[in-house]
């Protein structure tokens, strides 16, 4: 697991150098700033939470709904490298199978760069991937009975699919499928976007 989070840093880290060093090859960048609002469909490890109970109890998380914000710098027609802040509203689950009603929420925040690799096959509509590494925070509380709550760093992965439509080349809006997965002390981190969102370019 070390190893492929190595790779993946590495990895991340080339394809930015990469791509900045079309920067002086252009004569002028530009960067945007953008937020959305996102569908998030969980797929968490429930047997996180059950190693808190003595029990065998039963868990089943809902779904719930984030939203993000990013800044990037776009450094030429097909490579842009951006920055993420990202916030999931608490996944909610009752605990069955013992006694008293008890109920789990668990919740994510994450930082993190991505890098964004573009094909513009219109002026006005730009498809891209992209895949990025960054820090996660999950923080879980379980009330009933006896309260407990528990808080969990590490890093984690994305890697999305999504279409930019552009309007008079400052402002955009698009659509976003993302896969998100967390390593490590979060590797029960496991949850998928669909996001919309709007973006302004200067």
């Keep these: 697991m070390r190893k492929f989070i190595l790779i993946c840093i ?7 150098i990469l791509g900045s060093s079309s920067i002086f090859a252009q004569e002028k960048t530009s960067f945007y700033i953008g937020a959305s609002l996102s569908n ?54 009752d605990i069955r199978g013992i006694s008293g009603q008890y109920k789990t ?3 994510v925040f994450t ?15 730009v498809p891209y991937v992209l895949f990025g590494m ?9 009330s009933g009975r006896y309260y407990k709550k528990k808080t969990d760093w590490g890093i984690g992965s994305r890697i999305a699919i999504g279409a930019d439509i552009i309007y008079q080349h400052n ?27 709007a973006a302004y370019r200067f």
């Design 171 to 197: 402002y955009s809006v698009g659509m976003e499928l993302e896969h998100v997965l967390g390593f490590g002390n979060v590797d029960h981190i496991q949850y998928t976007n669909i996001s919309i969102g």
């Design 111 to 125: 930082a993190g760069a991505n890098a964004k690799c573009t094909l513009p096959i219109k002026e006005y509509f």
């Design 40 to 93: 998030t469909w969980s797929q968490l490890d429930e047997a996180h939470t059950k190693e808190l109970f003595y029990n065998n109890v039963g868990v089943d998380f809902d779904d719930s709904f984030g939203f993000k914000f990013r800044g990037g710098l776009i450094l030429n027609e097909y490579f842009s490298a951006e920055g993420i802040i990202e916030y999931v509203a608490p996944f909610e689950s």
């Design 134 to 142: 960054g820090l996660f925070n999950s923080y879980e509380k379980i």
């Design 10 to 16: 590495v990895s991340l880290s080339g394809l930015i």
């Design 105 to 107: 929420k668990i919740d």
